[in-house]
């Protein structure tokens, strides 16, 4: 006759039986990869490549957390978030460079030769941000400028221009990067006059004929470069996904041609996909090492 001590016991080891035995059914859980990024055409086109290698070769989960760029930066220097692949420099986002850069790590450039400053399409008339200053010119886009989300590195340099420039009469419109593309398109198919804050890479260059109005005070700087950033503690944490990072490098031709397949109606995920897919190559070179 079994006690109630002995019961107790028995039941006991009964339920440790059964956890265990559900441990060794259940699948071993993935590590999980959180990367920032913000909604610009160009990142969303990085990170979603960056997690499709992560997931399709490397058998990692991935969290994609869509913030604003302040946030993005602040994510990575509190750790929580892993990785971006957006940070651009010497000059957009410098001022989060100068309150982050202490608490990140940064690899390095992993696309070389990017820009930003005001964009209009090549039937205007114009050449420089100075012309904006012109009666005809200022009522002729309606003293607006049209621009991305606030406290983007661009929206800074903006407001920047607007001072410098003496273009105290013209207003920065915050929108997105959806919605300003969304306006350049609508105005370029009009030909009707426009300017934007735009960057390159970005499919908007590839699908219309756009110029940036010329900087002689040079408010946006010259070619700059998108850097990797990472938290302090990843490498000893996650040292294959610290490898790939370190080692992904990519160009604006090869950017762009994700970002164009998704304008043309591809998911980012099925875009990225059949990139990672077509450009192998590529892709072994950033896993080298990688056991």
């Known amino acids: 006759m079994i006690n109630k001590k002995s019961g107790v016991l028995l039941l006991l080891l009964l339920v440790a039986l059964v956890t265990a035995l559900a441990g060794c059914s259940s699948p071993e859980k993935k590590e999980k990869v959180k990367l920032a990024y913000v909604a610009w055409d160009s990142e969303i086109a990085s990170t979603n490549v960056v997690k499709e290698v992560l997931e399709a070769k490397l058998g990692l989960s991935v ?119 969304q306006e350049l398109k609508k105005a370029y198919d009009n030909k009707e006059s426009i300017v934007v804050t735009g960057w390159t890479p970005h499919w908007m260059f590839a699908n219309m004929d756009l110029k940036y109005l010329e900087d002689p005070k040079g408010v946006y700087g010259g070619e700059e470069q998108i850097h990797t950033m990472v938290r302090k503690e990843l490498a000893a944490d996650m040292p294959k996904v610290y490898k790939f990072l370190d080692q992904f490098q990519w160009t604006p031709a090869d950017m762009a041609e994700v970002m164009v397949a998704i304008q043309g109606g591809q998911s980012p995920e099925e875009a990225a996909k059949l990139w990672v897919e077509g450009n192998t190559d590529k892709v072994n070179e950033w896993l080298a090492g990688i056991e």
């Not at 420099?89 to 100068?98: D, K, W």
């Not at 420089?128 to 049209?146: M, P, Q």
């Open 63 to 181: 969290e994609m957390l869509q913030v604003d760029a302040g946030p993005m930066w602040a994510g990575i220097a509190d750790g929580s978030a892993d990785a971006m692949v957006a940070a651009w420099l010497p000059g957009t986002h410098a001022s989060y460079i100068e309150k982050y850069g202490k608490d990140i790590e940064d690899l390095g450039a992993n696309l070389e030769g990017t820009k930003i400053g005001l964009a209009v399409p090549t039937y205007m008339n114009i050449k420089s941000i100075e012309d904006l200053t012109t009666v005809d010119t200022g009522a002729e886009l309606d003293h607006k400028i049209i621009g991305i989300e606030p406290g983007a590195g661009i929206m800074m340099a903006t407001e920047k221009a607007l001072k410098e420039y003496s273009l105290s009469d013209f207003t920065l419109v915050e929108s997105s990067s959806a919605a300003m593309a």
